[in-house]
């Protein structure tokens, strides 16, 4: 199998060639030469771009992904994958605590949601920060973190 160029891959893939420029821009990958204008990659380039997919999912910066590659493949961190399914636990508790707010309101009987007690606490616990979500400083990633 040859190796494939640029536009091989984001076909493969569904990682948008801007996308793959970018992630060689920072270092998670890298390609072996050209062939015409086109860049082209080792046929190992599809486990990278999962292993960067499967880091992304989990909530893991592009840096911190960056850290956990070599060239020889993946140096993972068994204590920053700890880390990382703790503060993902937070997250789906939070989200959990959300959905069940959400559900309640939209069933709530109340004339009016400020008149209902569940309400009121969901409101005090959104006041006091309790529901708040990973937002770019932690996860490291504008918006929803796509590129």
Request: hydrophobic letters at 35%; glycine letters at 10%; charged letters at 30%.
């Amino acid at each position: 199998m040859s190796d494939p160029d640029i536009a091989d891959v984001a076909r493969r893939s569904g990682v948008p060639a801007s996308t793959l420029r970018y992630y060689e821009e920072k270092g998670l990958i890298a390609s072996n030469g050209r062939r015409g204008l086109k860049r082209t990659f080792d046929p190992g380039i599809f486990e990278r771009l999962g292993l960067i997919a499967i880091g992304r999912a989990a909530g893991f910066s592009l840096d911190e992904i960056g850290a956990m590659m070599s060239p020889d493949g993946p140096r993972i961190d068994r204590a920053r994958l700890v880390e990382k399914a703790d503060e993902l636990d937070v997250t789906i508790g939070q989200l959990k605590v959300m959905r069940d707010g959400l559900r309640h309101a939209a069933d709530c009987k109340a004339s009016s949601h400020m008149e209902c007690p569940s309400f009121r606490r969901i409101l005090r616990a959104a006041t006091s920060g309790m529901l708040t979500m990973p937002d770019s400083t932690t996860t490291g990633r504008p918006g929803n973190g796509r590129k």
